[in-house]
């Protein structure tokens, strides 16, 4: 049974920062393609990163230049920075593989408002 658990998100000012977490469980997240989706209350969930086996990374034009995700295997951990936030990244952010998902976590929520 693998478990995600992300964390780090909270109440921030437009254009500040933050950084997420995600802390797996049960499996190796090196051995996979991960991302981290957020879902806005009335929407969808989304992708906003993606980083491959290969360590490459791709963002959606929304967030591009201003979102990195990375990852640190020794900690088995995902990671979130998100730079120049603005009122429309608001949402619940969530970490999870791209291909056969695994059950979602809790997820974090991130208020961007002044």
């Known amino acids: 049974q693998v478990q995600l658990v992300e964390s780090g998100g909270g109440l921030v000012q437009p254009g500040g920062s933050l950084r997420l977490s995600c802390a797996a469980s049960?499996?190796?997240?090196?051995?996979?393609?991960m991302g981290w989706y957020r879902q806005a209350p009335g929407k969808q969930r989304e992708m906003v990163a993606a980083?491959?086996?290969?360590?490459?990374?791709t963002y959606p034009d929304s967030v591009k230049g201003r979102f990195t995700i990375s990852r640190d295997n020794s900690k088995n951990t995902l990671y979130l920075q998100m730079n120049s936030l603005k009122p429309e990244d608001t949402a619940v952010y969530y970490c999870?593989?791209?291909?056969?998902?695994?059950?979602w976590g809790q997820g974090t929520q991130v208020t961007v408002s002044s």
């Open positions: 999870n593989k791209i291909i056969g998902q695994w059950s």
């Open positions: 049960g499996s190796i997240i090196r051995d996979y393609a």
């Open positions: 980083i491959l086996i290969s360590d490459s990374t």
